[in-house]
């Protein structure tokens, strides 16, 4: 079988038949995995709304075949034969971290139909495409049923594991390995015994700030030229990264040497393109680290979607809202925009794209308002789930937890409960963005003093020494390690929610003279 820098692979153990084997059946399952993302990624950005139906079907069908070849009894015999293989092996080696990642996941998937895995990913297709529809003409009606087929195939699934305390920890399990509900929520209150008094205090001296200058006139060719600088800086390589225009940005990729990333601009307001696209940049700077010799060996992906969020939320916030970044860039700004930034300084700018003001739009809102956005998400999933919520009243439970939460009225089901594709998907995902941002926070409190002159790189735009920062301790090791296992090789301890309140008390005490 075909492994690039197979060189690193100790020769005795790539020998082994029942390891080759099996490798082959992992490449054909991630061979079937990159089609169904490249059937995804052509949807969002090139399909013709008419083609939605027979791309749902080809996509549950491209899901099936790898459903079936995963689960096939012939993996689960190979799996065993290898255990004393796999007991031999140093727990760091690919191979070792390649049958480990396996096992969980046959155990896993073994307990879903295969008609059950092709059903939900169908009804997901079509989900999506009512979603986009709804969500223009901001009609929740147009996405509930969807939304409640959705939960009845979740539903579904959930049965398919032994019983849980709390059932969501089934869901939560797909996109976070072994996290819990209780877990998530005791961080998640940690977090906020600083942020809500930090949040009020700022919102107290909101006038101290101005960002009216990112509302205003910015014609989509000078964003498009301003964006691209950026992300050269950050490490976008034209020869193996696409950037492309989407309703709601996200990144993949194929494989080595081909990563896709999206954004979509919005001519009166500038953020969105700029930080969206740093944002997915920081997702395809993790993708591209992952070494090229895990591709196609059931490892050559992230570990998880917190370790994941952890890597867009540092380069969209801890580089691309620092001080140091803007005193850089200020100037192309300036020159991209004279009218509106001809007679501003790089200090005001950084002051107002770090304003503090609870708003609607989840990844339009700034850093400390962000978590209480995942909260009321991750609160109401977890009510709809157990039943306690129906999915007819998504939307006045979400418009009173914005009122509780954030003290803003919703205007209509656009603002309010279709702004996010996620729920086409299904439930779960949403913790793993507050997590993203604890963990970055851990992440640069490391690089602080790994890399003490930091600051003045990222003043000259030098972001590579960063970037191999990152590829040494996360990204090449793909999926070889769990959250939990690289945070306490990278900073020594589990989750710990104080170093990124440490950092936004710090910076925001500045911003507002607190
Ligand atoms: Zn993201």
Known sequence: ??????????????????????????????????????????????????????????????????????????????????????????????????????????????????????????????????????????????????????????????????????????????????????????????????????????????????????????????????VEEVLQTFGFDRSSWRLDTVVHPFALSLGPGDVRITTRFHEDYLPTALFGAMHECGHGLYEAGIDPRLARTGIGHATSLSIHESQSRMWENLVGRSRPFWQRFFPDLARSFPDTFGGMDAEAFYRGINKVQPSLIRIEADEATYNLHIVLRFELEQDVTAGRLAVADLPEAWNQKMRDYLGIEVPDDAHGVLQDVHWSFGFGYFPTYSLGNVIAGQLWERIRVDIPDIDERIGRAELGELREWLREHIHQHGAKYTMRELLERVVGTGLDPQPYASYLKAKLTDIYGL
């Open 1 to 226: 079988m075909r492994l690039a820098g197979a060189v690193t692979i100790v020769p005795e153990v790539s020998d082994d038949p029942l390891l080759a084997e099996l490798k082959e059946r992992l490449a054909e399952v991630d061979d079937l995995g990159g089609v169904g993302g490249l059937l995804a990624w052509d949807q969002q950005t090139c399909m013709p709304p008419a083609g939605a139906a027979t791309r749902a079907a080809q996509r549950a069908t491209v899901h099936k075949l790898a459903h079936e070849l995963f689960t096939h009894d012939r993996v689960g015999e190979l799996l065993e034969q290898l255990v004393p293989l796999e007991e031999s092996l140093p727990y760091d080696s690919d191979e070792a971290g390649m049958l480990r990642v396996t096992r969980r996941a046959y155990d896993k998937a073994r307990r879903v139909p295969a008609s059950l895995a092709a059903e939900m990913s169908h009804a997901s297709s079509e989900a999506h495409e009512a979603w986009v529809e709804a969500r223009e003409a901001s009609d929740f009606a147009r996405f509930r049923p969807h939304l409640e087929r959705g939960l009845e195939l979740r539903q579904r699934y959930i049965d398919c594991f032994p019983p849980s305390d709390n059932p969501y920890d089934i869901l939560l399990d797909d996109y976070e390995e072994g996290m819990t509900a209780a877990e998530a929520t005791a961080v998640f209150d940690e977090l906020k015994t600083t942020l809500v008094p930090l949040i009020d205090a700022v919102v107290d001296r909101a006038d101290s700030v101005d960002d009216s200058f990112l509302h205003g006139s910015f014609p989509r060719e000078r964003q498009e030229w301003l």
